[in-house]
């Protein structure tokens, strides 16, 4: 079983949409990293949360440490928002991250 | 802003030869990583390197090696090409501070070997 699981794995939405990605992990952690790829590879780090809530403009990413559990909202989504969104854990002690397989999004106008 | 530039957005080699995979970063960055990254496997680490001439395997170290000669400068380099290695490569750098460092990725080199 992966140590992090997204759901879902492929998301369509309409523009204007509330959207949210989900990530579960299933190892203590000391943070948790949401990543933006759009197509043509480039990826951009958006988050890095222990705790808690952070906001940046429509993104918000949330974190449950009890329930081992974190999402990404977009409000107001666009199409410039289509990407696929990654989560990643750092286990604690250690430079390296383990990564979730994605979520493919998809906002048609 | 920090910059990761790898060599080559695209790249085409024959089964066999010798590859190098180059990527150099402009934030004195201490931690630099090679991934691949296939689709439904995510990405996967290949090598970490957390200093100059210091090298940790990843997660699929086999059929690879590293050089890190410089701080800035961490080489992939596959020791005789074959066409399983057929993927996306990427690239990143962080500095060092466990998990609460971002790292910053290059764009990616998609390397196809036939």
């Known amino acids: 079983k992966n140590e992090v699981e997204q759901s879902p794995q492929n998301l369509t939405a309409q523009e204007g949409e509330f959207i949210t990605i989900n990530c579960s992990y299933s190892?203590?952690?000391?943070?948790l990293h949401w990543l933006q790829q759009h197509p043509g590879g480039g990826i951009v780090s958006l988050f890095m949360l222990s705790s808690g809530k952070k906001k940046h403009g429509r993104l918000i990413a949330t974190i449950n440490i009890q329930e081992k559990h974190s999402s990404l909202h977009i409000t107001a989504s666009h199409p410039r928002d289509s990407a696929v969104y990654i989560c990643a854990v750092d286990k604690g002690g250690s430079e390296k991250l383990v990564f979730g397989k994605g979520t493919k999004l998809t906002v048609n106008p | 802003d920090v910059k990761v530039t790898q060599s080559s957005r695209y790249l085409v080699k024959r089964t066999g030869e010798k590859v190098f995979l180059e990527c150099v970063q402009d934030m004195d960055h201490e931690n630099m990583f090679w991934y691949r990254q296939d689709p439904g496997l995510g990405l996967r680490l290949i090598y970490f390197s957390y200093d100059v001439k210091m090298k940790e395997k990843g997660d699929i170290p086999e059929g690879y090696s590293v050089s890190r000669e410089k701080k800035e400068r961490f080489s992939l380099i596959l020791e005789s090409a074959s066409t399983n290695q057929t993927s996306m490569y990427l690239c990143a750098s962080s500095f060092h501070g466990g998990g609460h460092q971002p790292q910053h990725f290059g764009d990616g080199t998609r390397l196809s070997i036939l």
């Open positions: 190892v203590g952690i000391s943070a």
